[in-house]
Antibody, heavy 116, light 106 residues
């Protein structure tokens, strides 16, 4: 079964750091570009970041640029999003999504709450 | 930055046709995708490359894109189609989502 499973979410104080992960299975992970998309409570979808198949090309939304770092380990079929200098407005469900023709596979999401 | 504009809500009667629009500058020059999201669930891709349906998506879902507007059309709308729908496009090296449209079937 093709699957993406996020983990690592939780409660963190403003200014703190957190790393969320995404484990892929059921497909040749290294062949696919991947993305993070987030959704604040009661709000719409917001794209966060993109990574190429090799990890050599990464793009970020302006809202997270300089604070978040997206990486991948093709040997472990895993994605990582390192989030630093977290703000209240970063509170959201974070989804990893496979890019094929559109974002065709999504994980179940992991909740990140930034609050004191 | 590039923006995609969707109506906040659309209502349709069961069996009728629902149309959800997505507007952006010269949107017809790029491919648009559409996602369906039901409460508490992850988004699901329903249309890619303007008008193509992924495997498993019912034929009642169709899409078009021309000029400044892309449209998701649901023919013979069913109660199970009630959801939030988001359009999405690429702009340079970033991904843009529309604000979402809540489809009510009543």
């Amino acid at each position: 079964e093709v699957q993406l499973v996020e983990s690592g979410g939780g409660l963190v104080q403003p200014g703190g750091s957190l790393r969320v992960s995404c484990a892929a299975s059921g497909f040749t992970f290294s062949h696919y570009e991947m993305n993070w998309v987030r959704q604040a409570p009661g709000r719409g979808l917001e794209w966060v970041s993109y990574i190429s198949t090799s990890g050599s090309t990464i793009y970020y939304a302006d809202s997270v640029k300089g604070r978040f770092t997206f990486s991948r380990d093709n040997a472990k079929n895993s994605l990582y999003l390192q989030m630093n200098s977290l703000r209240a407005e970063d509170t959201a469900v974070y989804y990893c999504a496979r890019r094929r023709e559109g974002f065709d596979i999504w994980g179940q999401g992991t909740m990140v709450t930034v609050s004191s | 930055s590039y923006e995609l504009t969707q109506p906040p809500s659309v209502s349709v009667s069961p069996g009728q046709t629902a149309s959800i629009t997505c507007s952006g500058d010269k949107l017809g020059d790029t491919y648009v995708c559409w996602y369906q999201q039901k409460p508490g669930q992850s988004p699901v891709l329903v249309i890619y490359q303007d008008s193509k349906r992924p495997s498993g998506i019912p034929e009642r879902f169709s899409g078009s894109n021309s000029g400044n507007t892309a449209t998701l059309t649901i023919s013979g709308t069913q109660a199970m189609d009630a959801a939030d729908y988001y359009c999405q496009a690429w702009d340079s090296n970033t991904v843009v989502f529309g604000g979402g449209t809540k489809l009510t079937v009543l």
